[in-house]
Nanobody
Framework: QVQLVESGGGLVQAGGSLRLSCAAS????????VGWFRQAPGKEREFVTA????????NYADSVKGRFTISRDNAKNTVYLQMNSLKPEDTAVYYC???????????????WGQGTRVTVSS
């Protein structure tokens, strides 16, 4: 069993930065792929980025490539999402998820956090 808690969301102006954290409990977290998804108002939840258990392999949606960076510290059971050059279209609730067998597929993730809201003002 893995429990995930996101933090770090908030209100930021366009061009600004935020760092989200996903703190996990559970022994299997260290061997789990972790992903970040986001859901904007009135839209479906979408893939943002994912990182494999070792941190060596990462994947990004085209919309965030070059602006967002995912990383993890397995000693702290935490995954981070550094978001730079934020745009109003990045406004969404951001969720971390773990335990996927296919990183892009939402329903392949076994565990989800409650989400943290990010609002980017223009």
């Amino acid at each position: 069993q893995v429990q995930l808690v996101e933090s770090g969301g908030g209100l930021v102006q366009a061009g600004g930065s935020l760092r989200l954290s996903c703190a996990a409990s559970g022994r299997t977290f260290k061997t789990s792929t972790v992903g970040w998804f986001r859901q904007a108002p009135g839209k479906e939840r979408e893939f943002v980025t994912a990182i494999n258990w070792s941190g060596i392999s990462t994947n990004y949606a085209d919309s965030v490539k070059g602006r967002f960076t995912i990383s993890r510290d397995n000693a702290k059971n935490t995954v981070y999402l550094q978001m730079n050059s934020l745009k109003p279209e990045d406004t969404a609730v951001y969720y971390c998820a773990a335990g996927a067998y296919s990183i892009y597929v939402i329903h392949s993730y076994s565990y989800w956090g409650q989400g943290t809201r990010v609002t980017v003002s223009s």
